[in-house]
């Protein structure tokens, strides 16, 4: 009987073991998510008093890695676009925005509808970058009346990129194969391409001549166009932080809060399959 008992009682605890190790699997993510995700408030929380404003983050971090070990990359999109607006939407017209920024870019439309939200609301803008804000991210910081930027933080050209499924291709360059060669050289998808890619430089033109009026830059708009946009570099040459100074003059600094240093951390730890990219918790009067 007492061996029956012992065989019994092993086998309940086998039974319970597998089924705790299973719950701890599903609620040990769960509890760290959310621990993280209170810590991230606390700090935006505190950031926001001490400057006193309406911090928002637009943080897509690429060091993750996903189901059966398959990287995430995240981009700005139209969700980020809507949560975005609502944001600034929220913000009081007096209170301050601050967006703290670290991405690749992403989609054009909905870089532009964050740059022409944040330009349009009444109160001081500022854009910090503590890592780098490519492309589109770039095209959301001129925007802003001030960018801090670490040192060695980056923004990128916002030269036009165009493709399918076979690849993608600087606008500047397609127009520039498109001059060099006869037009019974090349085939109808190519001139559509060139056609296309004139339009897209004009717009992005046309576009930063909106967002940059009434800028403080060090150079003229001209100038910033034609570092930024005419093709002159590839498109994931840095403008690192010295560099932003000269074109954009003393609306660039180099004073990150700790905080941002504090938040990106805290990013990196994310877990899961989807994370937030932006987040805002609205001030408090």
């Known amino acids: ?16 073991f597998w089924i705790l190790l ?78 703290i920024m670290h991405t690749p870019g992403g989609l054009a439309l909905a870089a532009t509808q964050i740059a022409m939200a944040l ?4 109160s001081k803008k500022t854009v910090i970058i503590p890592h780098y804000a490519m492309s589109g991210g770039t095209l959301i910081a001129f925007a802003a009346d001030e960018i801090i930027m670490d040192p060695h933080a980056a923004l990128g050209p916002v030269d036009p990129q165009l493709g399918d499924q076979t690849g993608v291709y600087p606008a500047t360059s397609l127009i520039k194969v498109a001059q060099k060669k006869k037009i019974d050289e090349m085939d109808d998808k ?33 100038t910033i166009i034609e570092e930024f946009v005419s093709g002159k570099y590839t498109h994931d040459h840095p403008f690192m932080a010295d560099d932003a100074k000269v074109l954009l003059g003393e609306c660039v600094r180099t ?24 987040e805002y918790v609205p001030l408090s009067r």
Do not use: W
């Not at 993750?64 to 609502?86: K, N, T």
């Open 1 to 16: 009987m007492d061996g029956v008992n012992f065989q019994s009682i092993v086998v309940v605890l086998l039974n319970n």
């Open 22 to 99: 299973f719950l701890a699997l599903i609620l040990v993510p769960m509890v760290q998510r959310n621990l993280i995700q209170m810590e991230r408030r606390r700090v935006l929380t505190k950031l926001g008093k001490k400057r006193g404003s309406q911090v928002i983050t637009l943080i897509h971090r690429q060091e993750i890695i996903s189901f059966l070990g398959i990287p995430i990359a995240r981009y700005i999109d139209i969700d980020d676009s809507e949560e975005v607006l609502r944001a600034i939407r929220a913000a009081q017209k007096d209170v301050p925005v601050d967006i």
């Open 119 to 122: 330009k349009a609301h009444p």
């Open 190 to 222: 190519t001139l559509v391409y060139a056609e296309e890619a004139q339009k897209a430089v004009n717009q992005m033109k046309d576009l930063l001549k909106k967002i940059l009026e009434d800028k403080c830059n060090g150079g003229s708009i001209d």
């Open 255 to 278: 004073d990150v809060p700790q905080e941002v240093y504090d938040l990106m951390r805290l990013f990196r730890m994310e877990i899961g399959r989807r994370r937030p990219g932006v």
